[in-house]
């Protein structure tokens, strides 16, 4: 739980943990991929307020697909891993009414840039780095979900009939949205 996200990302890609040289390629790469397509952005601006987030999601990633699909799987994976964060922090950014969606930084790890990117008002360094923390094992606990859970299942249904990696993803994400799976947690909350 303690690992690098980056690090548990490329143990489920590359079935090793990274080295030094491995990481800071693929850290290059999510730098680089990381800024959405302003007209995901703009469709985001659009969406009604009252809506869901998931389906915030489910129409951040289909806008996603519109705008960056290259038809390659593993490319399309790649893409998405590095701009995840920021399509969730703009979800959450525009739906909260805290204005724009706040760019990437390019010095910042993966989980420190979304908390960086959420921009969530009168947080102090000590806040921030709680918070930080928190998204780290939290993105880690999450990551490997291999197994016959509904989402993975309907993520690999999808994939089967040669649906590109975004129609498969949202697929897989429309199941994770039903409230006797992801939203299983929501509800627990509340």
């Known amino acids: ?18 080295d030094a040289q491995r990481k800071a ?20 601006k659009a969406m009604p307020r009252q809506g869901h987030p998931m389906k915030w999601l489910l ?12 038809g390659d799987y593993a490319e399309d994976a790649r893409t998405i891993i590095a701009q995840i964060p920021t399509l969730v922090a703009a979800i959450y950014r525009i739906r909260s009414g805290w204005g724009d969606p706040i760019a990437p ?27 930080v923390h928190l998204m780290r094992v939290f993105e880690v606990v999450h990551l490997d979900h291999g197994g016959g859970n509904l989402s993975t299942f309907v993520g690999k249904a999808v994939a089967s009939g040669h649906a590109d990696m975004y129609e498969s993803l949202v697929g897989a994400m429309a199941g994770l949205a039903g409230p006797l799976h992801g939203r299983a947690n929501q509800e627990c909350l509340e």
């Open 1 to 18: 739980a303690e690992k690098d996200p980056e690090d548990v990302i490329l143990l489920l890609i590359d079935k090793a943990f990274p």
């Open 25 to 44: 390629a693929f850290a290059t790469e999510l730098r680089r991929r990381q800024a959405l397509d302003p007209q995901v952005i703009a469709t985001l």
């Open 59 to 70: 129409a951040g990633l289909t806008t996603m697909g519109m705008t960056g699909l290259t």
């Open 105 to 131: 930084r390019d010095d910042l790890g993966y989980m420190e840039n979304f908390v960086h990117m959420l921009g969530v008002p009168g947080l102090d360094e000590a806040k921030r780095a709680d918070l």
